[in-house]
Each structure stands twice: as C-alpha cells, then as structure tokens.
C-alpha cells in the first residue's frame, strides 16, 4: 500500500478522504495548508499526493508545477480534487502536472478506484523498448527521449504514449483508451482524455503530429 499526503484546508472533507484512503490500507498523513504539506515532503517523499486546488495559502496548480521542477518529486504522483469544473481549469490542472482529477462533491467509492488505478499505472514496468524512428520508450528506466533528448511526460502521459506506441498504426477507440489507461469508465469525462492528448502533442514536439485523430473514433500514432 502507498504512502499518501492529502492538502485540503475543508477539515471535514480530509477526513473523510484520509479515513476512507487508512481503511483501503494506504498510510495516510493529511495537511490544511501549502506551507506544512512543503515541510514534510521535504522530509519524506508520499507514494501519492492528493492536492486541493483553492487552497488559503498557495493554488494547488502552483504547488504541482513546483513539485515537477524539483527532480526529487517530479515524478510522485498527484490526483487534483477540485470544485472547478470548466474546460480551462481541467486543462490548466494536466498542463501542470497532475495525473488525474476528481470533482467535489464526489463518493468514496470514486476516491479510493482513482488513488488505485493510478498507483497501479506508476508501478515498475518490465524491461522492455517501444521505438517509433527517434522516438523510444525505455520502460526499465521509465524514460521517454526523442533523438537522445529525455522528454518528460506525467505518468498518465506516459501511459498513454506506451499505450499508442504499443498498438503502433491501430486505431483506438476512445472508449478503450480510457479504460485501459484510467481502468475505469468515464462515461462523459472523454474530455480527459483530449487533454492529455493535447498535452502529450505539445511535448513531443514534431512527433506530436504523429498521434492522429481519428474523428468520431479515437487515435493512432503512426
């Protein structure tokens, strides 16, 4: 089971959320402000964060892109729990850095599948090379690098990049993207999926234009 820090300054939702995280079996240690959550993971690094956005005093966004320039945390894993639910700040929360995102109000059911899903995409892969021209995936060394240059992609990213690369010229469904990556059904949440595309596009730079849409279906890499 993982090692869990939880930043959210409503007492009563953390405890719901670490009550619900302890039960699962995970070690759970929760923080009501950005300021004490920064002394200890300077202390001891989580297996997983999970991250309020509004926060008293520092955005959520702010310390997710922070914990992706410290090479110590960069790669920890991090679900947002938000009450914002427009396009821009989804986008805004994965362009930072986070992995996943749950919405308030939301069941404990939800909570505990998300935390599992995503502590299962993080686990170590078999050794093993996916390459596409200048483009490899080292999944021993969990790496990602075009032409020798190391991209550096969220582990959602990552994860869906091995799952294109995997499937090589296939096109995907949407619907089975999201489930082989999330695990899970996101019945209405395809939006999720579009946004890390986008993201992942963008660091690939000119390898980006080889993930296609596919319209009214899904993607390819090609």
């Known amino acids: 089971m993982a090692f869990i820090y939880i930043v959210e300054d409503d007492e009563n939702i953390r405890e ?14 929760g923080f009501s402000c950005a300021k004490d959550f920064y002394k200890k993971i300077a202390k001891e690094l989580p297996g997983l964060c999970l991250i309020d956005i509004m926060l008293p005093d520092e955005n959520g966004n702010e310390i ?35 992995d996943d995102y749950i919405k308030k109000p939301f069941s404990v059911m939800e909570l505990i599948s998300r935390v599992k899903a995503l502590l299962r995409r993080v686990e170590p892969k078999e050794e093993t090379e996916l390459i596409l021209d200048d483009l490899i995936i080292n999944n021993e060394k969990h790496e990602v690098s075009i032409k020798g240059e190391v991209i550096d992609l969220t582990f959602k990213e990552y994860e869906l990049l091995t799952y294109f690369m995997v499937n090589k010229g296939i096109v995907l469904k949407r619907e089975n993207i999201l ?3 999330w695990n899970m059904d996101y019945e209405g949440e395809s939006r999720t999926l579009d946004m890390h595309v986008k993201t992942l596009r963008q660091k690939l730079k000119e390898y980006g234009n080889r993930i296609r849409t596919v319209r009214n279906v899904g993607y390819v890499i090609e």
Do not use: C, Y
């Open 16 to 29: 719901i959320e670490e009550f619900a995280l302890k039960n699962a079996g995970h070690r759970v240690e």
């Open 64 to 98: 997710v892109r922070k914990l992706r320039k410290n090479p110590e945390t960069k790669h920890i894993p991090v679900i947002m729990v938000t009450a914002k639910t427009t396009d821009l700040d989804l986008v805004k929360s994965i362009e930072n850095g986070a």
């Open 179 to 181: 489930n082989h990556v």
